[in-house]
Nanobody, 124 residues
Framework: QVQLVESGGGLVQAGGSLRLSCAASGRTFSSYAMGWFRQAPGKEREFVAAISWSGGSADYLDSVKGRFTISRDNAKNTVYLQMNNLKLEDTAVYYC?????????????????WGQGTQVTVSS
């Protein structure tokens, strides 16, 4: 059984930074792509960032490019999302997700494994 546990969310002022972490267990972490998604109140869950099994490829939502960085440490079974220059519109619950393959993917249905989510609130 795959378990994903996020941490690092919180309240931050606009322009500030947060680093989310996602600890994985239950399968060979390094064999699968990982992603971050977010869901704001009243909105659908959306793709934020994804990284391939090796960490050699990454992709981002256009609105976070240049501000967010996804990375992974396969030795620690952990994936990270560094978020800089946060904006009010980044406020959401952020979810870590594990893909069904090692290749980078941005589609929600390609991720069968999900964490419980961590709240990120950006204030003015």
């Amino acid at each position: 059984q795959v378990q994903l546990v996020e941490s690092g969310g919180g309240l931050v002022q606009a322009g500030g930074s947060l680093r989310l972490s996602c600890a994985a267990s239950g399968r060979t972490f390094s064999s699968y792509a990982m992603g971050w998604f977010r869901q704001a109140p009243g909105k659908e869950r959306e793709f934020v960032a994804a990284i391939s099994w090796s960490g050699g490829s990454a992709d981002y939502l256009d609105s976070v490019k240049g501000r967010f960085t996804i990375s992974r440490d396969n030795a620690k079974n952990t994936v990270y999302l560094q978020m800089n220059n946060l904006k009010l519109e980044d406020t959401a619950v952020y979810y870590c997700a594990g893909a069904h393959s090692r290749l980078l993917t941005t589609t929600l249905r390609s991720y069968p494994h999900w964490g419980q989510g961590t709240q990120v609130t950006v204030s003015s």
